[in-house]
């Protein structure tokens, strides 16, 4: 899945889907089921001319609109506002929380294309500004998109029609990307093995978290900048850990995304990851 960063400032990614076409354009804007693999709660009603609202937490949340609406073929969505210089910017996927506004509305773009029992899903994002002012908020945009259309693929070819439990912790930090990425793959932090200098795109790693171990494989790394991995010891869970830009300081995000864990042991991951949080980030809030 090659992207691009051509004149214009635009992300453009495609995935191939092995499920009914019919599936993926629910998965793309039913909320009940945008819920299952983008943000942890999405509201709205399916439908030109509605709004969306996606949110992960009360202090992260994007706004849009549909404004294109084909059925199992060609959906948009467009934001509406376009924030002030000064005023924090919105955005959905990693992205979000950037104080850049947008040069124009944001939009996004989906297309699908049916072909041999599989779907192309193609999503283009135009509105970003052109210059360096940009260049964090492009990234975290650009490498969200690369997560969540994982993340699309993952949820309708291993867990179709499942709910999805979130276990998460979203926090602010200051030192930068790199020192930030060592405290959360530290023995204080997540704990891997191999050591995270090792990580590698398909390489198997095992991580701790409480008294749970976490095995999988990791699916894409780009260090300091974020990982994400399939944990198969989990029930084919996904874990996003990604290193966000923001006005005054980082957030590290750490995201399991499970599907079919009892109740008490999702609680129990939840449990033991705000505990590594609070040791690692003292003093910053949840969403800070």
């Known amino acids: 899945m090659p992207s691009s960063k051509p004149k214009g400032r635009t992300i453009e990614w495609e995935v191939r889907i092995h ?12 909320p009940t089921q945008l819920a299952r ?39 948009v969505w467009r934001d509406e506002a376009v924030p002030q210089p000064d005023s924090p910017g919105e955005s959905g996927p990693s992205g979000a929380g950037s ?20 779907v192309l899903v193609r999503l283009v994002q135009s509105g970003f500004g052109e210059g360096d002012s940009w260049d964090d908020f492009f990234d975290g945009t650009d490498f969200g998109w690369r997560f969540y259309l994982h993340a699309l693929r993952h949820y309708l070819e291993r867990h179709p029609g499942k709910t999805r439990d979130m276990v998460w912790v979203r926090r602010a930090a200051r030192g930068g990307k790199t020192a930030i990425w060592g ?14 200098s090792r990580f590698a795109t398909g390489r198997a790693l095992q991580l701790q978290l409480g008294a749970e171990r976490l095995s999988g494989t990791v699916d894409f790394v780009s260090a300091p900048r974020g990982l994400f991995a399939t944990l198969g010891s989990h029930e084919e869970a996904t874990l996003l850990v990604e290193m966000e830009p923001g006005q005054d300081a980082l957030h590290a995000g750490i995201w399991l995304s499970t599907y079919g864990l009892p109740a008490g042991r ?4 939840q449990t033991a990851l705000t505990a590594m949080a609070d040791r690692l980030f003292p003093g910053a809030g949840e969403q800070a």
Do not use: C, I
């Open 19 to 30: 499920a009914p076409r019919e599936a993926v354009w629910a998965a793309l804007t039913e």
């Open 99 to 118: 104080t850049a506004p947008p040069a124009e509305p944001m939009a996004v773009d989906w297309t699908l294309e049916a072909s041999g029992g599989q």
């Open 37 to 75: 693999w983008f943000p942890p709660v999405a509201s709205g009603r399916p439908g030109l001319g509605e709004e969306l609202t996606f949110a992960w937490g009360p202090a992260l949340q994007w706004h849009t609109r549909v404004v294109a609406w084909e059925p199992g073929r060609h959906l």
């Open 183 to 196: 405290k959360v793959w530290s023995a204080e932090g997540l704990a891997p093995s191999p050591d995270a």
């Open 266 to 269: 999702v609680q129990a991951l």
